[in-house]
């Protein structure tokens, strides 16, 4: 498979490094790449054209080259190394800077090597996931792992971030729900869990002409997406005549927000996404502190890397204990790996998890 990285005119970037960026990515994907420059808007178009495999387009600042966002073609990444509002309809990641080329070329190469379709569960451009069924058809209903991203909710951050597990799922025979959703920064944090909530509600629907089980629904939840998954797992506890969580995963997870708060955790990422302190809307973080929302009454599984952030080490810990004394059934994994190891196939912390849950 061979990865093009089309470079549009104007963008403010060292070429040597970019390149080196693109090798050494495409490398851990085991793909070739090169990188092309587009003079113009023109050259553009007809690089893209000529695109074919995986592509990712850097479009650049002029307003020609960026009146191309998702024209073409259809299996284009376009990611802005600058924070821009992702255009309606296209594959558009924004804001990560140039490190965001790595990940914009991850997501090219899962989108080309194990499409998913692409399900809208409301009507703003964000609400939707890529529900990919297993890569082996099951005797009977597989079950579904809901992925919930982290990025300390803001929405620079997508569920590209889950591709990796959404792909390696599937070929465990599970069907992946890989959910985006509404960010605080942009939206507003109710909006956030609103969308999390709906969009593990319209697997109903998605049910009634795909082979999901809908008793065996896994919400596995990275770094924030941790928190996320928990307080839906609670929430959904209450319901009556929707699904509900059969297992909650947090991978590194968020799960102490208001002692997470007072350490100035993701340079005030918490009050900002909640949109205050705890003194100022303590409502939010009652409903939505996985420490004060105990018990939770789902089985819980915590997965913690050693060589993370020691403030994410801790919280872990103090959850897991606060949980069992309050009656939840809890399992607290903890092993060596770093903060994006917990969602990386090849891990050996990935396999222990996959290993706990029986999948």
């Not at 003079?39 to 592509?55: I, K, M, T, V």
């Not at 947090?250 to 208001?258: E, H, I, N, Q, R």
């Amino acid at each position: 498979m061979r990865l093009t990285v089309v470079v549009g005119p104007g963008l403010v970037a060292d070429a040597e490094l970019l390149a080196s960026l693109v090798a050494t990515s495409c490398a851990e994907l085991d793909v070739t790449g090169e990188v092309v420059t587009a003079a113009s808007a023109d050259e553009l178009r007809s690089l893209l054209a000529a695109a074919q495999g995986p592509a990712v387009v850097l479009p650049g600042p002029t307003p020609p080259a960026r009146a191309l966002i998702g024209a073409q073609p259809p299996h284009a990444v376009w990611y802005d190394l600058t924070v821009e509002t992702p255009a309606p309809g296209a594959v558009h990641l924004a804001g990560r800077g140039l490190w965001g080329v790595t990940w914009a070329i991850r997501h090219a190469v899962h989108r080309f090597r194990a499409p998913a379709d692409r399900i809208a569960y409301g009507p703003d451009p964000e609400q939707w996931g890529d529900l990919r069924l297993p890569s082996t058809p099951p005797t009977g209903p597989a079950p579904v792992a809901v992925l919930l991203h982290g990025g300390f909710w803001r929405s620079i951050w997508g569920a590209d971030l889950m591709d990796a597990l959404a792909v390696d799922l599937a070929a465990r025979g599970w069907a992946s729900w890989n959910l985006e959703y509404r960010r605080p920064d942009r939206h507003g944090w109710d909006a956030t869990t609103q969308d999390v909530e709906a969009g593990i509600a319209v697997l109903r629907d998605l049910a009634t002409d795909r082979p999901l089980d809908l008793d065996r629904i896994v919400v596995f939840g990275h770094s924030a997406g941790g928190q996320l998954a928990l307080r839906a797992a609670a929430d959904l506890a209450t319901r009556t005549g929707g699904p509900r969580v059969a297992l909650a995963v947090s991978l590194a997870g968020v799960l102490d927000l208001t002692e997470g708060d007072r350490r100035f955790l993701g340079d005030g990422a918490i009050s900002a996404a909640l949109g205050g302190s705890p003194a100022t809307v303590p409502r939010r973080y009652a409903e939505s502190d996985p420490m004060l929302r105990l018990p939770v009454g789902v089985p819980t599984l915590l997965v913690q890397g050693t060589a993370d952030s020691l403030d994410l080490v801790d919280a872990n810990r103090r959850y897991a204990v606060a949980a069992a004394a309050a009656g939840d059934e809890i399992r607290h994994l903890e092993q060596p790996g770093d903060h994006f190891a917990v969602i990386d196939p090849g891990a050996d912390i990935w396999h222990a998890t996959m290993t706990a849950i029986g999948g």
